[in-house]
Every structure is written in C-alpha cells, then in structure tokens.
C-alpha cells in the first residue's frame, strides 16, 4: 500500500474540508430550491457538519503535535517544523506555535557546528561548505590576519585598474566575503568570469545566511590583486551545513 508524504497528507485534509463545504453548500441550494426542508432542519444538519469538521480537525491537530513533538525528542528538528507548519495550514491562528517554530528554528541554527581553522586566501580555493536553497546557516568568524599593499603611489593615488584588481565593488576592503556557487555549476567552473555573475555574501564576524541556490560555499577576504595577506580566521559554522563531500560533520 502506497504511504503519502507529509505534503500530500496535509492536501488531502484540506480538499477534505474544502470538499465538506462543497457538498454542504450544494446541499443546502437544493434545499432551498425544493421548498421542502424547512430552516430548521437545514439548520440541524448543519451544526451536524460542523460538529463533524471539528472532530476531524481537532484529531489532526492533536496527531501533528504528538508527531512533532516525537521527532523533536528525536532530535529530527526538521521534521517537527513540518508537521507544526502543516498545523498552521489547518489552523492559523493556533496560540503559540509560531513561536514554537521560531524557537526550533533558533535550535536548529546554534546547532549541528563545526569550526575549522581559514588561511587567508585572496582567491576562492576550494568549498568549505553544502548548503541548501532555503535552508538557513550561520558564520561567525574571529582572529585577525596581515594585510599588507606595495605600491608606488603618486600625487594622483593608486594607479586605476591596479590597486582595485580582484577588489569586490561596494563591500569594505579586507571583509570576509563568501560565495555559493550552485552544484552543476561547481563541477564545470569555467573561472573568474563566471563567479562575477554570482552576489557575493558580505560575512564579516558574523551572519545568517539563506541560500538561495543549493551548492558549494566558498570564503576568501576581499583584498585587491597587488595585496599580500597573512594569517588566519577562526570560522565556525551552523545550521544546515554539511562538508562539502555531503557529510554532515556536525557532531
């Protein structure tokens, strides 16, 4: 026997409602066009319908909590997020779960770490991180590194095209930035030019992050071309990350 997926379940109960008050309402038209059934009755078989819809809704709400609750014991945070949400679908206005999700969510991105020691690197390198579209993570990164710039400056400044090669627009010099390159995309990395295409992410010490691709994560520090940068970064991540081999290495 065929077994439906959380999504599928959730549908099937709202067509259910949704087909309840179809029929109630073609019900009730044809009363009123016979002339038959008096108010009264229409009325009875209506509070019947409701009384009815509400013993379904309330078993669904009840199993979906004792589900989430269950996975969340579990540790499969996720999935109590899926069955708290699908509770929202049935009923929005249910006191407190939005919180509850919020607060499972807070779990999820201060959980599942691992840190990892970055040499200052001026190019991409290799990925340090997969992330997924829509799935949020989170960098905090400490230390400090040397970053020295040699050049012959004259009354005019920095040679144009010189000083800004390699510099990423509009975000501070020396920042750490990140990338997410989309999966397909990183196996057929065609160089430079393709990674201008993509927005870098401003990290710095800290941020949230939900990517919108799923693919590989890339760091480097924002440095022109004609800088040379020592050192390196504590960086720690969070949340929906895995190694970039797949694994999650977060325990």
């Known amino acids: ?25 073609a019900t009730s038209e044809a009363q009123r066009g016979s002339g038959d059934a008096p108010s009264a009755i229409r009325t009875s078989e209506l509070k019947k319908l409701d009384q009815e819809a509400g013993k379904v809704e309330t078993e669904f709400l009840k199993n979906a909590y004792d589900l989430s609750a269950k996975y969340e014991k579990a ?34 991105i201060s959980a599942n770490d691992f840190e990892f020691r970055m040499e200052v690197q001026q190019s991409w390198g290799d990925p340090v991180a997969f992330v997924r579209a829509g799935k949020p993570f989170m960098l905090k990164a400490a230390g400090s590194y040397k970053l020295t710039i040699s050049e012959t400056v004259s009354p005019e400044g920095f040679p144009e095209g010189n000083i800004q090669t390699d510099l990423l627009e509009d975000i501070p010099a020396g920042k750490l930035v990140g990338l997410i390159i989309p999966r397909q995309r990183a196996r057929n990395r065609g160089g430079n030019n393709e990674e201008n295409e993509l927005e870098p992410i401003e990290f710095g010490a800290q941020k949230e992050v939900t990517p919108k691709d799923t693919g590989f994560l890339y760091l480097k520090v924002n440095t ?28």
Do not use: H
């Not at 026997?1 to 309402?25: K, P």
């Not at 499969?76 to 999700?101: F, Q, S």
């Open 1 to 25: 026997m065929r077994r439906f997926s959380l999504n599928e379940f959730v549908m099937i109960c709202v067509c259910s409602f949704v087909l309840t008050g179809t029929l109630l309402v």
């Open 224 to 251: 022109p071309a004609t800088a040379r940068v020592s050192g390196t970064l504590n960086v720690q991540l969070s949340g929906y990350v895995l190694a970039p081999d797949g694994r999650n290495i977060g325990k």
């Open 75 to 108: 540790g499969d945070l996720e999935r109590a997020i899926e069955y708290l949400e699908a509770m929202l679908k049935i009923n929005p206005d249910l006191d407190g779960l939005e919180k509850k999700i919020d607060d499972l969510k807070a779990d999820i």
